[in-house]
């Protein structure tokens, strides 16, 4: 019962960090029909960020944590720029699969630029601590604060994202853009403006992503957003590419499916089972747990 | 077959023959040379595997308009297929050292198989791509390269460590397919036979009527369906027909290395060597032209080899020299930069022919020339 209920904590913890970023996935695809492969190295970019701006934080009598809102600033602008830059021009020209590959590209360009700054480089940096260790115990097993804060901060922000999507006029203009383009601009909504906002937010989460993922796992490296990423993106179809709910669903079962092969099964096949239930998932229903199959139009 | 058809495959196939003659009476004289055997043979033999990738990939990518990002996985099979079947040979006696008929058919046995088993996969991968298209499909072939890397890595015959660990003693490089340099050299025959070979396959794949449904898929699969073509059947076997290449470019990648680590095959690595990259080669060579994926597999090698090795790199400025560390980050701009100015890569979908080239090309000049002739008048009459 103990082991149960820590792998299923374990689960819940990376299943939240994994929806938070499946999050960002599920908003740009939603919207510009784009999976964008950089977005797990914008994790990568929030943590650096993180590194070198909590001496700063602690310096100036601030706790550690508070440096994340410099790290949503700067994954938000690498988000925008990242779109304006690369995305924007290829999308209006070339087809889908043009962007598919640029989109491979900007991943492979992040991950290298960042080995080439001098105070990066290819090495792994060793983080400091963000929270208290310790925790409270719970039935018999040591719930400790890192998983707590990590489950608590990700449900909180979906919360609010879900708000913002169906209440504020940003949001939904942005529902409105990936449901219909043509129709959203006769409504007088400014797609572009739409689609940047809409990177800045899917960005600025992954920057939280990262403080989460780095406070329990303390080690930045060039390409950690590289698996992450990809298993965040798996959390994403799984729940239904393009849904809000469909990826937090998502997020928490590829969590929970990671931390009871990893406790029952065998650790080193973690990655087989992740990737296992998403052609399973897939091939039953294609378009994702939550998804609606739309035929397709002649 | 039209005549025009016929005439071309007999004249090219006859003067491919003819430069493969060529080439291999070559390396037999130059073969005792140090750097022929220490630097281009091994080349040629990378060159050889990339090639047959790069254009493998082509098949499915821009004959078919899927995307496969997992592609490497089945050169993995493929490596892992020829390395375990000339490992389990050479302990059953079957051969000791590297020479005579016995090892050759072993060698072509292990090719062959590669291939097989990598089909065999590339059919399981290929249903999937009944259901699911575009950027599911993209997900999925990941999914499935990063699978069968990780069953690989769990295998206890295969391990971590490459076949070094579980396999006895027997590491590849001393009784297995790797080749030493000399072996190389005298069995270079045997790679670039086997690359031509297969190339000429996928060639005759693409202009066959096959070849004509599966492009009729990617236009537009719903009119192909409606024009009675089994839009599933023809996905399957062309995922097949892709892999089984792909299993073949593992053989040899077996052939000329000394190990063999899954890491090698990954979706990302640091070297030219994984299956994002191979799409970069495909990007960058045209997808739809198997000349294009040839030329651009070895513009890529020899790229990648003089940035790593070339005495030139010493004389640059410090700053691009600093870049150069960096390749990779070469490579990513360069794939954006085509991307957004020639999204059809270099070649487009053109096809080298020797009957048809030479024209093209002077038809390519001379309408440069003309471009310019009425620029330069324009210019005059402002």
């Known amino acids: ?50 590194i070198f701006t909590v001496p700063l934080m602690t310096a100036a009598g601030m706790p550690a944590w508070l440096a994340v809102v410099i790290a949503i600033a700067v994954c938000a602008l690498v988000g925008v720029l990242v779109e304006l830059i690369a995305y924007r021009p290829v999308r209006r020209k070339g087809t889908n699969m043009t962007a598919l590959i640029t989109a491979v590209a900007m991943s ?16 792994p940096i060793i983080a400091g601590q963000f929270f208290a260790s310790g925790g409270f115990r719970v039935a018999g097993v040591t719930l400790d604060y890192i998983t707590t804060y990590t489950i608590v901060v990700s449900a909180v922000v979906m919360l609010l994202l879900y708000v913002f999507t169906q209440k504020t006029k940003m949001g939904r203009a942005m529902r409105c853009v990936s449901e219909d383009k043509s129709a959203a601009i006769l409504m007088g909504i400014s797609v572009n403006k739409t689609v940047l906002s809409t990177f800045a937010i899917g960005s600025g989460l ?33 729940g239904g590419i393009g849904i809000v709910p469909g990826a937090m669903l998502g997020g928490v079962v590829i969590g929970l499916v990671e931390s009871f092969t990893t406790s029952y099964i065998n650790s080193s096949l973690t990655d087989t089972f992740v990737f296992l239930i998403l052609i399973i998932v897939l091939l039953i229903k294609p378009a994702g747990i939550l998804g609606k199959n739309v035929g397709e139009k002649v | 077959m039209k005549k025009t058809v016929k005439r071309g495959y007999i004249v090219n196939s006859a003067v491919i023959a003819a430069v493969y003659a060529l080439c291999i009476v070559l390396a037999a004289t130059l073969g005792r040379e140090g750097s022929f055997k220490l630097i281009l043979a091994p080349s040629i033999w990378q060159c050889c595997y990339l090639i047959l990738l790069a254009s493998s990939l082509n098949l499915v990518l821009g004959f078919m308009g899927q995307l496969s990002l997992g592609h490497c996985g089945f050169m993995a099979i493929g490596a892992y297929t020829a ?26 046995l292990c090719i062959i198989s590669a291939g097989l088993l990598a089909a065999a996969f590339g059919v399981l991968v290929g249903i999937p791509a009944l259901r699911l298209k575009g950027d599911y499909l993209a997900i999925i072939t990941l999914g499935f390269g990063l699978i069968i890397e990780n069953v690989i890595n769990n295998l206890p015959f295969a391990g971590q460590n490459g076949l070094a660990e579980g396999s006895a003693a027997a590491s590849l490089y001393a009784t297995g397919l790797g080749f030493g340099s000399t072996d190389r050299v005298t069995y270079l025959w045997a790679g670039i036979g086997v690359t031509i070979i297969s190339v000429a396959l996928m060639f005759m794949f693409i202009r066959s009527k096959y070849g004509r449904a599966v492009r009729a898929i990617r236009d537009d699969e719903i009119a192909a369906s409606a024009s009675g073509i089994n839009t599933g059947y023809y996905k399957v076997l062309t995922f097949a027909f892709s892999a ?5 470019a593992g053989a040899l990648y077996a052939c000329c290395n000394s190990s063999l680590s899954t890491a090698s095959f990954s979706f990302t690595n640091g070297s030219i060597l994984n299956s994002t990259f191979v799409v970069v080669m495909v990007v960058l060579g045209g997808m739809g032209s198997l000349t294009g994926s040839v030329v651009s597999a070895v513009i890529m090698f020899i790229l990648n080899y003089q940035i790593a090795n070339g005495a030139w790199v010493d004389a640059l400025p410090g700053f691009i020299q600093g870049v150069f560390t960096y390749p990779m980050l070469v490579y990513a701009v360069v794939l954006i930069v085509i991307i957004m100015f020639r999204p059809k890569g270099i070649f487009g979908t053109y096809e080298f022919s020797i009957l048809k080239t030479p024209g093209d090309l002077v038809r390519l000049f001379k309408r440069q020339g003309r471009g310019k002739k009425s620029a330069g008048k324009e210019a005059a009459a402002q």
């Open chain 1, 1 to 50: 019962m103990g082991e149960f209920l820590q792998t299923l904590f374990v689960g819940l913890r990376l299943g939240s960090v994994y929806a938070l970023i499946a999050l960002g996935y599920t908003m740009v695809y939603g919207i510009v029909r784009l999976i964008n492969f950089a977005h797990g190295d914008f994790i990568m970019v929030g943590g650096y960020t993180l």
């Open chain 2, 244 to 248: 089984f290449f792909a299993g073949i």
């Open chain 1, 108 to 123: 492979l360009f992040l991950e290298n630029l960042a080995q080439a700054i001098p105070a990066i480089g290819p090495n």
């Open chain 2, 83 to 108: 390395a375990l079947i000339s490992l389990a040979f050479q302990r059953a006696g079957a051969y000791d050292d590297k020479s005579g008929p016995v090892f050759l058919a072993i060698l072509f």
């Open chain 1, 206 to 238: 992954s920057a939280i992503a990262a403080l989460m993922y780095v406070a329990q796992y303390p080690k930045v490296y060039t390409t950690m957003g590289s698996l992450l990423g990809l298993k965040a993106f798996v959390a994403a179809v799984a």
